[in-house]
């Protein structure tokens, strides 16, 4: 079945403009998670969805970045006013369940942000 | 607050040699711990995992990672790797309680076959 899938792969903005990322999950995952990669470091968590709502918002770097998700399904990661320092790669992964047990974390192919 | 600590930045070897590349835990409590795979242009994906029992654990393509728990230790190593084996190595742990849904990564590590 198809996996998980984000657009765009790639996107290039300027200094100050709004951005949205989108994740599309694997169908029928309940969990959904946003991560980032920035150059030289591991996978740094940014917020994890359990359904529709998040119940922990608290790897979200600054109040410049939310997300949002809807219908249980598509995510959507908005970063306003973009900085320099947040080109990086954010990738989303989904799993069947999140807190309840351990699902493995199937995650997409990312979109690589990068702010001029 | 968890921490996940991989030793090595850059690994090269040639065809056939041995790897173990280190990883280091710190977590006040029982742990869940995978090592993750990027393979050139490529999404991560979960190499192996260890949730509890035996302490070695075996992978896909040949890999395994021992769980030294007196250690905080989770290395991953296989006996002969293969230039297909060139990727990004990433180890990464979640709490059994509280907020167990969470990855914690180390930094990767970049690991290169040559022929």
């Known amino acids: 079945g198809a996996g998980v899938s984000q657009s765009p792969s790639n996107k290039v903005t300027e200094k100050g403009k709004d951005v949205e990322l989108r994740c599309d999950p694997i169908s029928g995952h309940t969990a959904l998670y946003w991560y980032r990669q920035s150059l030289g470091q591991g996978l740094e968590f940014l917020i994890y969805f359990q359904g529709n709502s998040a119940p922990d918002k608290s790897g979200l770097p600054s109040d410049r970045f939310s997300a949002e998700r809807t219908g249980g399904s598509v995510s959507t990661l908005t970063i306003q006013r973009t900085q320099q320092e947040d080109s990086a790669v954010y990738l989303c992964?989904?799993?069947?369940?999140?807190?309840?047990?351990?699902?493995?974390?199937?995650f997409g192919p990312g979109t690589r942000l990068t702010v001029l | 607050a968890q921490s996940v600590s991989q030793h090595n930045h850059h690994v090269i070897l040639s065809e056939a040699a041995s790897l173990e590349l280190g990883c280091n835990y710190s977590?006040?409590?029982?742990?869940?711990l995978f090592w993750y795979v990027q393979y050139p242009g490529q999404h991560l994906q979960l190499l192996l995992k260890y949730f509890s029992g035996d302490p070695l654990v075996k992978g896909i393509k040949g890999f395994e990672a021992e769980f030294i728990k007196s250690k905080f230790s989770f290395n991953l190593r296989k006996p002969s790797v293969q230039w297909s084996d060139t990727a990004e190595y990433f180890c990464a742990v979640n709490g059994k309680g509280g907020s167990n849904y969470k990855l914690t990564f180390g930094k990767g590590t970049l690991l290169t076959v040559n022929p």
């Open positions: 977590y006040g409590g029982t742990v869940n």
């Open positions: 992964a989904s799993s069947l369940e999140g807190a309840v047990g351990y699902n493995e974390q199937f």
